[in-house]
């Protein structure tokens, strides 16, 4: 007999305190293992390939969507994968994700970035989302990397941030000449450690900060995206490769472990083929020569 809470748990802490997975993280695996225990029944019971199975089926049939269910599949999974990595179980069991559509993803266009830019707050709260945007533009920065950068995580003199990824992994991300000013102008602005914060020093909140991001895009005429932030690492992404970027470079700049992720935040639009094929099309290169 097994005692997959117990288990559970120790996962958990293992997450937390080895691997330095996020708060939010923390809190998906337990709403994911919550909906697990609902539909697996008995916790006593050693999973198999039928029970794992029955779990996503009956997500399904309660009336879950697909993509939700994928999710909690993920935080699962993770958990099955430890538990056999800890020599619990003799086989890696994995919940099979259930077949959704495939979205492309919309991001900000290059019009909405210039707006964005080139607006002049007058307030506080806009000067500093302002400046936090120019980093999430300039780097492709996740939104938690950036509100957890710090004053002496900056190198002024060569240009660089140090970023904390998923799992605390560091990784130095150079910046623009344009973002090193605009960084500077607002660091100057107060002397705590952490660059983006409350007018305590405090860290800021998600929905704080997001209040603001929704100000300044009606302020400048842009309508929200997928993602709010997020969207500013697909734009980031698609930009670099525009460009002219290395993928691989991409890859590390991005902090992304395999070349597979990269390739979902620059996955091709109408647009990009459009423009694509009017450098590429044979008809167009025969009519200019």
Not at 15 to 31: G, H, M, P, Q
Not at 105 to 129: C, F
Not at 151 to 156: C, E, K, L, S, V
Not at 161 to 171: A, P, Q, S
Request: net charge positive; glycine share 6%.
């Amino acid at each position: 007999m097994v005692d997959l809470q117990s288990l559970f748990d120790q996962f958990k802490r293992e997450k937390e305190y080895l691997k330095y997975v996020t708060a939010a993280t923390l809190r998906s695996y337990d709403k994911s293992w919550l909906a697990f225990c609902y539909h697996y029944g008995c916790t006593h019971v050693a999973p198999t390939d039928e029970t794992v199975k029955a779990v996503m089926i009956s997500w399904l049939e309660s009336g879950l969507s697909p993509g939700a269910a994928n999710s909690y599949a993920r935080s699962v999974n993770s958990f099955l994968s430890w538990l056999h990595e800890s020599g619990t179980t003799t086989k890696r069991f994995r919940i099979q994700l259930a077949a959704t559509p495939r979205r492309v993803l919309k991001t900000y266009s290059e019009q909405d970035a210039r707006k964005i830019v080139n607006h002049k707050p007058t307030t506080r709260a806009g000067k500093r989302v302002l400046a936090l945007l120019y980093l999430l533009i300039d780097t492709g920065a996740r939104i938690n990397e950036a509100l957890s950068l710090t004053r002496d995580g900056i190198d002024w003199e060569n240009f660089l941030v140090t970023l904390y990824g998923k799992g605390r992994k560091e990784r130095k991300v150079p910046i623009s000449p344009e973002c090193r000013k605009a960084l500077f102008r607002y660091v100057n602005t107060h002397n705590f450690a952490l660059v983006f914060c409350t007018r305590d020093g405090v860290a800021l909140r998600y929905h704080n900060i997001k209040r603001d991001f929704l100000a300044l895009l009606e302020a400048v005429g842009v309508e929200k995206t997928e993602g709010s932030f997020h969207a500013f690492r697909r734009f980031f992404a698609k930009a670099y490769l525009k460009g002219g970027g290395n993928p691989v470079y991409l890859q590390r700049l991005l902090g992304h472990t395999t070349m597979q992720m990269t390739a979902r935040y620059v996955a091709e639009d109408a647009e990009d083929l459009r423009d694509a094929h009017v450098k590429l099309s044979p008809l167009e290169g025969l009519k200019k020569r």
